[in-house]
């Protein structure tokens, strides 16, 4: 049965705590006024925005091994050429030395800031804009800010009764969020500069949850719960990879949240069958970038695909299960089983067998309960 009461109920649960939101509100904001107001950085950042999994309403509660976080865009006005990725990654650290000195390491292609046990930045510089509209949409700050509520506060303040409606209402907001040209980011590592659209992704986002009425957003968290939680190796893929996986597989249309789990787990099966039988990646170009082409699962080896496609085919097989029971008690203990012990238990079943009749101590009184 699709239960869309008891998947009401569990996205909160696996959502970002009231605590961990009012940390990425305060942090992120904190970062961001530091780096404008920054006078040796005042000659090279254009401005900031946010992106990431918070930003796409996609991600899952944190905790002190799976730190909540949140990804802060430096749009700078620094040429890719001659100036070389490493050193482009470099300009920031003074200015992480002096406001976070023991908090910061370098990674590949941002800074990770730890603020918090449960929330960490990822600050993520970037070239200069090729596109004057870009550029300008940048300076002018017309980049919607954002919240990272997840829905939860959204649906209060516009007066609706469900986290689908409120996934719907921020989906509306933000599918003008695509532009026409990616930015570039220098990866110090490799010492050269990749293309990236982040503007693009969260407009993609957003026009598939409204594809999806406002549940796809939901089923890339309770699958993303499920892999952390439930079956966490092989390591990759996970994170956005993972919900690259998901958007590719889940199909337009979906009426619930079950039902969109269960739709996405079959066609994750059907579709890469034959790349996990090989021990072979699959080519998932990433959103928005068309030259050159990139593989959002380059770093997973092949091996490690195929021990993921098997987890997920056995979960496929539960979930259908799950679905496709017509009693709600055994359906939310299989979609418990599925997800775990967070997920929503049903009412004891307190129906006894007796032989013969036992006058009522009581009028019968309705009982509480929850339905599907």
């Not at 506060?153 to 695509?178: F, M």
């Not at 030259?291 to 539960?318: C, T």
Request: glycine share 6%; aromatic share 8%.
């Amino acid at each position: 049965m699709e239960l869309p009461s008891y998947f009401e109920d569990f996205l909160p649960l696996i959502s970002p705590t009231k605590r961990q939101r009012e940390v990425m509100v305060t942090e992120n904001r904190r970062l961001r006024e530091l780096l404008m107001g920054d006078e040796q950085l005042k000659a090279v950042l254009l401005s900031t925005f946010i992106q990431g999994s918070h930003r796409r309403a996609t991600a899952i509660q944190g905790d002190k091994h799976h730190p909540c976080d949140v990804d802060v865009v430096a749009v700078t006005n620094i040429p890719r050429s001659p100036t070389t990725a490493e050193h482009a990654h470099r300009v920031f650290q003074p200015f992480l030395e002096r406001h976070y000195k023991g908090k910061y390491e370098a990674q590949d292609r941002s800074w990770c800031i730890t603020v918090d046990p449960e929330v960490k930045l990822d600050l993520v510089p970037t070239s200069e804009p090729e596109s004057k509209e870009l550029r300008e949409a940048v300076i002018a700050k017309s980049l919607r800010d954002w919240d990272p509520d997840g829905g939860f506060g959204l649906r209060k303040a516009i007066g609706v009764q469900s986290l689908t409606e409120a996934a719907l209402e921020e989906a509306r907001r933000d599918r003008d969020w695509e532009k026409s040209e990616p930015l570039w980011i220098p990866d110090k590592t490799l010492r050269t500069w990749e293309k990236t659209h982040p503007l693009f992704l969260i407009g993609w986002t957003a026009e598939k949850n409204l594809q999806c009425n406002g549940h796809f957003g939901h089923v890339v968290k309770v699958l993303k719960w499920w892999r952390r939680h439930m079956q966490p190796t092989p390591k990759y893929p996970k994170g956005y990879p993972m919900e690259h996986i998901i958007a590719e597989c889940c199909p337009n249309g979906i009426k619930s949240i079950a039902a969109g789990v269960c739709s996405t787990l079959d066609e994750i099966v059907r579709r890469y069958e034959q790349d996990a039988a090989a021990n072979r990646t699959p080519f998932l170009p990433a959103r928005g970038v068309t030259d050159p082409l990139i593989n959002v699962l380059h770093r997973v080896k092949g091996e490690d695909f195929a021990g993921f496609y098997e987890k997920v085919r056995n979960a496929s097989e539960l979930a259908r299960q799950a679905l496709n029971h017509d009693n709600v008690r055994e359906s939310a203990l299989l979609w418990g089983k599925l997800f775990g012990p967070v997920f929503p238990k049903p009412p004891e079943d307190k129906t006894k067998v007796s032989v013969g009749y036992t006058s009522p101590s009581a009028p019968a009184r309705p009982q509480e309960g929850r339905f599907a």
